[in-house]
């Protein structure tokens, strides 16, 4: 069973770029949920997709935009880049939408915007 | 609106001493919550779940937690603490009600450091 995958692992922005993270469900799954991590703070959902349609969404403002593909997988974009939105970014696989499932982590990509 | 409330920054113990971690809830419904832990430079790994049921519930690695309704908590323990489990943990609940989909609120985290 293959796990969750984030790519790329770090990057490094500058102000007003735009930028995509990209997510590798774990096999079998057809929910990724985005997490936004500040550095000392718990994560902060950011939307989630199921079947390839956005299913809910956080108090995040529509720079921030995503996908997801029918093979599950995922993007996060974020445009006009903020220093604020320098963060640990968390994708999450689920099997489905049923609320008592737990959901499962990668690693996350390290945003930093200078 | 749900919130998780996690008390304590950070715990300290001395490895095979009990250990607690403290996390209390505010949902408008019934709750699921989940314990996940974090380490350095690594996503979130699951623990545990409360679903419905026993108000223990065991999860991985040896930990467990209790759910109490009266007192709205959802404390992790562990009967003799590790080294190896000096990390981030987080609480975090799902409203089964108003938040059918993907919504995890999560608390703020506490460091867990284990001493030899």
């Known amino acids: 069973e293959t796990g969750v995958t984030q790519s790329p692992t770090h990057l490094i922005k500058t102000r007003g770029q735009q930028v995509t993270l990209r997510c590798s469900s774990q096999?079998?799954?057809?929910?990724v949920s985005w997490y936004q991590q500040a550095l000392g703070q718990g994560p902060q959902f950011i939307f989630q997709?199921?079947?390839?349609?956005?299913?809910g969404r956080g108090n995040f403002p529509p720079r921030f935009s995503g996908l997801q593909f029918p093979n599950y997988s995922s993007e996060l974009n974020v445009n006009a880049l903020e220093l604020d939105d320098s963060a640990l970014y968390l994708c999450?696989?689920?099997?489905?939408?049923?609320?008592?499932?737990?959901?499962?982590f990668g690693p996350g990509t390290r945003l930093t915007v200078t | 609106a749900q919130s998780v409330a996690q008390p304590e920054d950070q715990v300290n113990v001395a490895e095979g001493n009990p250990l607690t971690v403290k996390c209390t809830y505010s949902?408008?419904?019934?709750?699921?919550l989940f314990w996940y832990v974090q380490y350095p430079n690594r996503g979130l790994q699951f623990l545990l779940k409360?679903?419905?049921?026993?108000?223990l519930v065991k999860g991985s690695y040896g930990f467990e937690a209790e759910f109490n309704k009266s007192q709205t908590s959802f404390h992790l323990k562990k009967p003799s603490a590790l080294v190896s489990d000096s990390a981030l943990y987080f609480c975090?609940?799902?409203?089964?009600?108003?938040?059918?989909?993907?919504?995890?609120?999560f608390g703020a985290g506490t460091q867990v450091v284990v001493t030899p």
């Open positions: 999450a696989s689920a099997p489905g939408l049923e609320s008592s499932y737990e959901q499962y």
């Open positions: 096999s079998g799954h057809n929910t």
């Open positions: 997709y199921y079947r390839e349609e956005e299913n």
């Open positions: 949902v408008s419904g019934n709750p699921y």
């Open positions: 409360y679903i419905t049921g026993d108000n």
């Open positions: 975090a609940v799902r409203d089964r009600v108003t938040d059918s989909w993907g919504k995890l609120q």
